[in-house]
């Protein structure tokens, strides 16, 4: 069990430029999780995967942020013309089920944005 | 809506005394309860949960919470600090309903252990 993976761990953009995050989740875990967390506030829920199929986006993700998971595997946040509020750390997380069924989703360490 | 309250953004203990970090939920279903540990620029670890069963849960570390749902409460305490304690706690929510595929985490504490 190697843990969720996600790089790059930190970013420094400029505002305007497009980044992308890859997160690697736990091999046998079918849900993947987005996350924003800013300083001194706890993780924001942004989106969700079961498989490939996004099955809810929070009000948060904007037209900008685009989420991807093909083939169920590994997935992709990419935020087209960053913003200096879109500064914040990108948290990936993944389950081997539902939340709604007590499992647990485990964390990845985080890609930090940083837009200037 | 659900949502989560963590008293107190910052906490001060001493090494060796007892750690008391506070959370009240507001949920209109019994909800599943976690407590995460974050360290400096990593990812969140889960402490503990609960979902059914036994209210007072045992987690990693020597920390335990008690789930009190006439206080809406799942305080988390530790009966000695360490210094390696020293992190960001997060407490958070889910509910045990379909099409509920997120949780909702409170804002916070940070836990400073004094020498």
């Known amino acids: 069990d190697t843990g969720v993976s996600q790089n790059p761990r930190h970013k420094i953009t400029k505002r305007g430029q497009n980044v992308t995050f890859r997160c690697d989740p736990i091999s046998e875990h079918n849900r993947l999780y987005w996350y924003r967390q800013t300083l001194g506030q706890g993780p924001e829920f942004l989106t969700y995967?079961?498989?490939?199929?996004?099955?809810?986006k929070s009000r948060l993700l904007s037209d900008r942020f685009s989420a991807e998971r093909p083939k169920g595997s590994f997935s992709t946040l990419e935020i087209q013309r960053t913003e200096q509020g879109d500064s914040a750390m990108y948290l990936c997380?993944?389950?081997?089920?539902?939340?709604?069924?007590?499992?647990?989703?485990?964390f990845g360490e985080g890609s930090w944005l940083t837009v200037v | 809506a659900q949502s989560v309250t963590q008293l107190g953004s910052h906490v001060s203990v001493s090494e060796g005394a007892l750690v008391l970090l506070r959370c009240n939920y507001s949920s209109s279903v019994p909800p599943y309860l976690f407590w995460y540990v974050q360290y400096p620029n990593q990812g969140l670890q889960l402490l503990l949960k609960y979902t059914t069963g036994a209210t007072l849960v045992k987690g990693i570390n020597g920390f335990e919470a008690e789930f009190k749902k006439s206080e809406t409460s799942f305080h988390l305490t530790k009966p000695s600090a360490h210094m390696s304690d020293a992190a960001e706690y997060f407490c958070a929510v889910s509910l045990p309903t379909s099409g509920t595929y997120k949780y909702i985490f409170g804002t916070g504490t940070r836990l400073k252990v004094l020498a």
């Open positions: 995967f079961q498989n490939e199929a996004q099955l809810e």
């Open positions: 997380a993944s389950s081997p089920g539902q939340p709604s069924s007590g499992n647990t989703i485990y």
